[in-house]
Nanobody
Framework: QVQLVESGGGLVQTGGSLRLSCAAS????????LGWFRQAPGKERKFVTS????????AYADSVKGRFTISRDNAKNTVFLQMNSLKPEDTAVYYC???????????????WGQGTQVTVSS
């Protein structure tokens, strides 16, 4: 059974930082793209960022470029999201995802975590 377990969410003030982690188990994701989506209250789930299996290729939503950084540790089957300069509009449930594919405008994932809440206060 595949499991993606997120951690690191919480409450932070505007301008602050948080680091999310996602531990994968049940199979090796060494050859899969990993990443993050987020869903704000009343809105659809949106792509945030992804990283390919080697870590050599990343993609970011325009809204987080320059502020968020994704990385992965294949030996530990873990992906990280460093979020800096957080804004109230970053408030959302953040979902870890595996097996991500997309063309830059539409993104899909094969596996999902249960999500972790990130709240940025103004």
């Amino acid at each position: 059974q595949v499991q993606l377990v997120e951690s690191g969410g919480g409450l932070v003030q505007t301008g602050g930082s948080l680091r999310l982690s996602c531990a994968a188990s049940g199979r090796s994701f060494g050859r899969s793209s990993l990443g993050w989506f987020r869903q704000a209250p009343g809105k659809e789930r949106k792509f945030v960022t992804s990283i390919n299996w080697s870590g050599g290729s990343t993609a970011y939503a325009d809204s987080v470029k320059g502020r968020f950084t994704i990385s992965r540790d294949n030996a530990k089957n873990t992906v990280f999201l460093q979020m800096n300069s957080l804004k109230p509009e970053d408030t959302a449930v953040y979902y870890c995802a595996a097996g991500i594919t997309g063309d830059g405008s539409k993104w899909f994932a094969d596996y999902w975590g249960q999500g972790t809440q990130v709240t940025v206060s103004s």
